[in-house]
């Protein structure tokens, strides 16, 4: 079961009213009525408790006609926090909070969907800040700033954790820190506007951004929102480092077709994903599909005609879906996966499913099919080998395995009857919704079919250092054997090895990455060499 604990017991010393500030109006509204909306809206939540002080309930209309639990206010927010998780204890048989503040009106309910899920891997998720200003402490230490963040609410927990932990004599603000060590943390760094109301001035302030975001008197308009929003910490760590001028005239692109396609796919919200690097990502709902994804790539990564190719031709039985595209703006619109985890090797009875429909079901291609955008794998891998004097490091390293590559591509797969594939099927790109496993972000590709595999066993085996690459190699190569013959696996592997590596000096400032797959070159030789005498 999933509670939220709406946090209303402050009485708002510095906030200068007559009444606690989460009973003030924003637009006729409490500010508290706002945080309520947001929670009520959340698909994920099964029951809402508020602590407060309960001469106030006639201050909010939500609250009076509301379903809602009410346990009572401490003197400290450890107590209020205590005395909320107490009546959960005693009336429910809870699996994970999501703990709110009721003077935070610019909550959303997919985020709160989204903690609820993210807890079903996760201890704690936190919402947290990147500090921006200068730093020290009241002694003038010299801080780093790197080393701290700011931590806010909605915070998430799975409840036993919590409830066990919990010491309501903890000295320190951050709830999470009674948790054992060790414990699993997620830091949200999404939630930019999350305004907590301190000061009585802030009314003005909120009121005005609400506006903007579409939930007074625009209520059924989400057209207007802050752009900041769609700059997300995965455009930071790659195209805002890389490409900067160029991607922030396309977020500029990206925020002006908004509009327009929030009317024609009927979208009612949305919530940017901080990870994609290549492009923009929202999980959206739509009155009209459900829940969907926006996914927005620009024009000089060179990628989005060749995937919403891919899109189209790949197999239905284990692509997630196509609903719709939009050409000018470059954004395609997805089903959601959902609840949306990475895959994993461990979930093996899935992996084989989706890989014998990968195999089984995979399109082959023929002279008389027109690919306009889907390159041929070979011809990439010549353009990497002819490309070695751009490589801003490991030329030296990189250069005689592209070589060798390209010859153990000409000896083996010449004439290898070619498909149409996914061409980059990692645990990154296969989403699980409980049930089973979805592909997403095709790269799109004519090759081999063994190709289908290599990316998954790469990723895996990188992801586990501690287990042994040589030794987890193995397993995962005896595992992708039930699919394809092992032989011509590791050639491709070897083959793709070495185009990843000349990936991997452009996307990375630092060649460890780069160092680590061609280690994984040399074993997989090593294997190959063993095993073919």
Known sequence: ???????????????????????????????????????DASRLTNRVVIVMDPQWVNYSGKIKSGDYDIAPNGNTRYESMYNGMKLIKERYACDKIVIVDAVAPFLFPELIDDYFEKLDTYDVVITSQKITGGFTDINDSLLDREQFIITQSPEGFRFEMLWNNFDLSFPYQETAGMLPAGSKRYYNYDFKNNLKLTYDFELSYAEFMLRNLGKTNNQNNIAFFDKSVLITEGLKSYLLRNEREKTLQWIDAVYASMPALIAKWEITSFLP????????????????????????????????????EAMCLLPKTYMCGLIDADEGSRCML??????????????????????????????????????????????????????????????????????????????????????????????????????????IDPNGMLGPIELECVRFIRNDVRNHPNFGYTERFEILLRSFARFVDIGRLVRIFIIDMAFCTYNSVFENSKPDETHVDLELIRIAREWMERNSK
């Open 334 to 439: 997805l089903e959601k996966v959902t609840p949306a985890r990475f895959a994993c090797f461990e979930e093996n009875l899935k992996l084989t499913e989706l890989f014998s429909h990968v195999i089984g079901d995979a399109v082959p291609w023929n002279e008389g099919m027109k690919l306009e955008h889907i390159p041929y794998y070979y011809d990439e891998l010549k353009d990497k080998l002819a490309g070695v004097d751009r490589m801003p490091y490991c030329r030296e390293e990189v250069e005689p395995e592209l070589e060798y590559a390209v010859r153990l591509y000409e000896e083996t797969f010449a004439d290898a009857k070619r498909y149409i594939l996914h061409g980059d099927l990692h645990e990154q790109n296969i989403l699980d919704n409980g049930e089973r496993f979805y592909g």
């Open 1 to 39: 079961m999933n509670i939220v604990i709406v946090m209303s017991g402050g009485v708002g010393a510095r906030f200068g009213a007559v009444i606690p500030k989460q009973y003030n109006l924003i637009a006729g509204r409490p500010v508290i009525d706002y945080v309520l909306d947001a929670v």
């Open 273 to 308: 994903n901080q990870i994609s690097r290549y492009g923009l990502v929202l999980q959206a709902k739509s009155r009209k599909f459900g829940d969907v994804i926006l996914k927005f790539i620009p024009e000089f990564v060179n990628r989005y005609e060749r995937e919403f």
